[in-house]
């Protein structure tokens, strides 16, 4: 039998139910109306910061709001392309991925390098490549001269946006290349030329370099054509300081022979995720793009050139990341050419996949971002603070730099009501 009071008591639940529902409806919709209102104030800002680009922000599953709306054109990205280099370099050598440099010793005495596309063979390293020769026994102390094997990078690489200056972000690739294809150079008021870096030795080739140049400080990039004489004796400098004694200082380009025997191979101290942690802060080209050549080499074998990483690069955004082609056009991996194009969605998912590794960005106040700048290009992506993954994308293409006041708008704006 029923009791009495039970159904009323029934009725009672079904009205709380009711008005606590009412309640969350009401309350969600005033949470979307303030998020479209929000949205909106920010709509109208926008218009007289973005003349040519777009802005967006996104979650890990869906756009939350963009500007234009529904706009995702293709647009320079710039520097933010080196995001896409840097998950295929992840993705093809791996994290902890070392570069190498191997060291012969030939019949004639001559002490014979092959290098590997190592972008960071500085001048520390070879103070460590240099002491650790010198404990080898059977490496003798007088050798005839030094030979580079530069055969697993082809010889007429040439990288679209890079011109052949004195200019850093200018600096060539190769397989065997010291201190990123640059020099650091002092000049006093008298014209005498020193080393501004003092684990670097000062070599005739840089001293020369250095009479053309004004009083003060300058990095510049080695000539075209002349990395060999400048590593060259860079590396007989390094070696010589180690005991070791040349005949001959001319360095000769040769592929290492079956009769050279293997002496030592030398593992970078530097893991990739740091390579790329200092690519990304002083947004290397020269870095980027021999990862990227360097990528080519292990998807498609040797040499490498920059077709092979292109190629690996364009197939990895396609398969593995899901990024339609009709998003993206690939002309290096660095972001100096005006020829890379990238949507605002292709960035986010960049972001997106980037997300394990965005403690190698740097940024301020707390948000990891990257930026991208040429003349014309100003762009920043990066992660927003949020308890949940929160991205967003600034593509301008116009004369005017405004990524910073926008950058400010979207930290001023509540997107959660979504």
């Known amino acids: 039998m029923i009791h009495p009071n039970e159904k009323p008591r029934l009725v009672q639940g079904k009205t709380l139910f009711a008005v606590v529902a009412l309640g969350f409806i009401i309350l969600l919709s005033s949470v979307s109306a303030s998020a479209k209102q929000a949205q909106s104030e920010l709509d109208f800002k926008l218009k007289l910061l973005v003349r040519q680009g777009s802005v967006l922000v996104a979650d890990d599953q869906d756009v939350l709001y963009r500007f234009p709306a529904v706009a995702n054109p293709q647009l320079v990205p710039a520097s933010l392309l080196k995001l896409a280099t840097a998950l295929v370099a992840l993705h093809y050598l791996g994290p902890e991925f070392r570069f190498r440099t191997d060291f012969y010793l030939t019949e004639n005495r001559t002490l014979a390098i092959k290098g590997y596309g190592d972008p960071f063979l500085v001048s520390e390293e070879w103070l460590r490549i240099a002491q650790n020769l010198g404990q080898i026994p059977e490496l003798p102390k007088q050798l005839n001269r030094v030979l580079f094997d530069t055969s697993l990078f082809s010889s007429k690489i040439k990288i679209p946006g890079i011109e052949f200056s004195t200019n850093p972000y200018d600096a060539q690739n190769g397989a065997l290349v010291l201190n990123f294809n640059t020099v650091f150079l002092q000049v006093d008021k008298q014209g005498f030329v020193s080393s501004a870096e003092k684990q670097t030795p000062l070599t005739p080739f840089t001293q020369r370099l250095g009479k053309n ?206």
Do not use: C
Request: charged share 20%; net charge positive; glycine share 10%.
């Open 213 to 418: 140049l004004t009083a003060g400080k300058h990095r510049i990039s080695i000539p075209k054509n002349s990395g060999t004489t400048y590593a060259g004796e860079l590396v007989q400098a390094f070696l010589t300081e180690a005991g070791f004694s040349f005949a001959s200082g001319k360095v000769s380009l040769s592929k290492i022979s079956s009769g050279d025997r293997l002496i030592y191979t030398h593992k970078n101290t530097t893991a990739l995720t740091e390579v790329i942690a200092g690519m990304m802060r002083y947004s290397n080209n020269f870095t980027a793009n021999q990862l990227l050549l360097s990528v080519g080499l292990k998807r498609y074998g040797e040499p490498a050139t920059l077709e092979k990483g292109r190629s690996a690069l364009e197939e990895y955004l396609r398969d593995k990341l899901g990024i339609p082609e009709q998003q993206f056009r690939i002309a290096e991996g660095s972001g100096i050419s005006r020829k890379n194009r990238l949507t605002p969605e292709a960035v986010w998912r960049l972001l997106r996949a980037f997300e394990p590794y965005q403690d190698l960005l740097h940024g301020g106040d707390g948000i990891l971002f990257k930026t991208g700048t040429l003349r014309g290009i100003y762009s920043m992506a990066g992660f927003l603070p949020s308890r949940e993954p929160l991205y967003f994308v600034i593509l301008l293409n116009q004369s005017q730099n405004n990524r910073d006041k926008i950058l400010k708008l979207l930290l001023a704006t509540d997107f959660s009501g979504t």
